[in-house]
């Protein structure tokens, strides 16, 4: 396993009681890059049909997750019911079908009028947007407590992880895979998976490969602290307009949901300090949207990847030319939304004896 972020710590967790499992992280921490640069919010509203039916099963495991003495996440809590508003400025059917969707399943997603938008967030009060939705169960998961609690069970099932060791290539012979070079030697094994994000289409290419795995740069910028981050405050995202928001120590954490192809260097630290076009972009966002939030000061942010197919759907399972090769990547911007499903599916389709909710 190539990549201790949440996807490579996810998989490692269901597949350890069943295989012998080693996780290779080129940085001296797991859960160090895209797994740290997120918002942290669990979105379940979403145009695609897969992601909201993988979106569907992260967040009833993560409402569910044992946190008794002795399991994996105990003392963690990773994750917290905290309401989410999502609205529109001007594509009022944009969530239609999702919405449907969601409701045949039996979650509560409630129109808002003006007045009661202001009551359920007050950020989003005189809010310049056509139409919201009101989604109670929606929440924040924070990836360092999960992902640990990933590491606790895979560690307790056997697996190794092995911190600042740098895959240099992958080890062909014989027409497969069979295992990785690193800047500390040859780890030999019957499947490598790839879970790397940004890095992992240059990792292909390394055995001949041509994977379209893009990695792509977003903002994410924290503000002062401000009057309207009041506790309890949902998160919020006006959809067509790419603009989200949640509470965070007194201020928000906020994105103008800005999107640039962007490569890492080589080695670990992808986070970057913010540009000034994006913090402008975020700033216009913010006044012609939001008029409650006029007064509001950023105080500064961070450039973080996220990695895109071309389909905008997660690669996972085997590789469809190179045996012994396997992907958990391409997970673009929902790994919190949909990483427990998406690892549990990666583990079914690449280690046979795997099965759900197990580690």
Known sequence: MIGAGLAG???AWHAAPHAHVTVLEQGEHPLAEASAQNAGMVRRLV?????????????????????????????LAPFRATGAVLALEHD????DAALADLRRFGITADELDAEALARRA???????????VWLPDEGVCDAWS????????????????????????????????RGAVTDRGVIESDLVVIAAGAWSARLAASAGLRRAITPRARHLFRSTPHACAVDPHPWCWIDDAGLYLRPEAGGFLMSPC???????ADGPGSRREPRDDARELLGEKLLRLLPALDDLA?????IGHRTFTPSREP??????????????AGLGGFGLSCGLAIAEDAARLLVPEATACEG
């Open 258 to 264: 800005d999107e640039t192809d962007d490569q890492p």
């Open 92 to 95: 009022v059917h944009r969530l």
């Open 122 to 132: 007050p950020a989003l009060a005189a809010a310049r947007v056509a139409r919201a």
């Open 298 to 302: 950023i105080a500064g942010g961070w």
């Open 9 to 11: 710590l996810g998989f």
């Open 47 to 75: 145009t695609g049909a897969r992601e909201r039916a993988l979106a569907r099963r992260t967040h009833a495991r993560l409402m569910t997750l044992p946190c008794r003495p002795g399991d994996d996440w105990h003392e």
């Open 146 to 177: 999960l992902g640990q609690g990933f590491l606790r069970g895979a560690l307790r099932n056997g697996a190794r992880l092995m911190l600042g060791t740098r895959v240099v290539s992958l080890l062909v012979r014989g027409g497969r895979v």
């Open 315 to 328: 690669l996972i399972g085997p590789d469809p030319e190179l045996a012994g090769l396997g992907w958990v």
